[in-house]
Nanobody
Framework: QVQLGESGGGLVQAGGSLRLTCAAS????????MGWFRQAPGKEREFVAA???????NYEDSVKGRFTISRDNAKFTVYLQMNSLKPEDTAVYYC????????????????WGQGTQVTVSS
């Protein structure tokens, strides 16, 4: 079992940066693929980025070159560094975990955090 908790969201102007943090509990954290998803009002939850246990990463096209996912297994933590933020990045951001490789479908992640709000003003 893995429990997840996000932090680091907030209000930022377009072009600014934020770093989201997901703290995890569970002795087998290093074996999980970790993902970030986001959900804007009236829209479905969408994949943002993921990192597997070996450090391989995958990104949604609109965030490539702007967002970076990383993990620190010793600290049971995964990060999402978000640069050059745009108003369309505004959403609730969720951390998720799954046993297995990287996938982009949210239904294949078993564990979820409560989410953190990111608002980008124009």
């Amino acid at each position: 079992q893995v429990q997840l908790g996000e932090s680091g969201g907030g209000l930022v102007q377009a072009g600014g940066s934020l770093r989201l943090t997901c703290a995890a509990s569970g002795r087998t954290f290093s074996g999980y693929t970790m993902g970030w998803f986001r959900q804007a009002p009236g829209k479905e939850r969408e994949f943002v980025a993921a990192i597997n246990r070996d450090g391989f990463t995958n990104y949604e096209d609109s965030v490539k070159g702007r967002f970076t996912i990383s993990r620190d297994n010793a600290k049971f933590t995964v990060y999402l560094q978000m640069n050059s933020l745009k108003p369309e990045d505004t959403a609730v951001y969720y951390c998720a975990a799954r046993q297995g490789g990287i996938v982009t479908s949210n239904i294949r992640y078993q564990y979820w955090g409560q989410g953190t709000q990111v608002t980008v003003s124009s």
